[in-house]
């Protein structure tokens, strides 16, 4: 039965970032769906799970690629946010991250210094916080 399913995915494009996507929010419109009774949520709910497989059991790799890198390009501003939020989340619990009054450009200080002078290495203005 293993090797059966093994031939029949040979050469199919599988699982990539759009078909993650597409299915957490199938997940979410029929969570969505058990709460508020409408059909149309369910409807495009399984829509979409058909549609995602469609994706996933198809062997045109040039289409699905292209499909996969616009969606990535469409997202990518959004996931960059995100990544700098994680990011200075985690740097948040040593560091202290302001911005130059003048020119924005973030900082990044150690916390428990006290109050120090920081000199902005992009536009070379001065101020003082509190570490």
């Not at 994706?55 to 501003?77: L, Q």
Request: glycine share 4%; hydrophobic share 40%; aromatic share 10%.
């Amino acid at each position: 039965m293993r090797e059966k399913l093994q031939r029949f995915m040979m050469g199919r494009y599988g699982i990539d970032q759009l078909s993650k996507f597409l299915n957490a929010v199938v997940i979410v419109l029929l969570v969505l769906s058990l709460f508020i009774n409408n059909h149309a949520i369910s409807l495009l709910a399984m829509l979409l799970l058909v549609y995602c497989y469609f994706r996933m059991f198809s062997k045109n790799h040039r289409k699905r690629y292209d499909e996969n890198m616009r969606f990535m390009k469409a997202t990518a501003n959004i996931r960059n946010r995100y990544r700098t939020f994680q990011r200075d989340r985690q740097i948040r619990r040593t560091h202290h991250i302001y911005r130059c009054p003048s020119c924005r450009q973030k900082i990044r200080v150690p916390r428990g210094k006290g109050r120090v002078a920081i000199r902005c290495p992009k536009c070379s203005a001065e101020f003082i916080k509190k570490s």
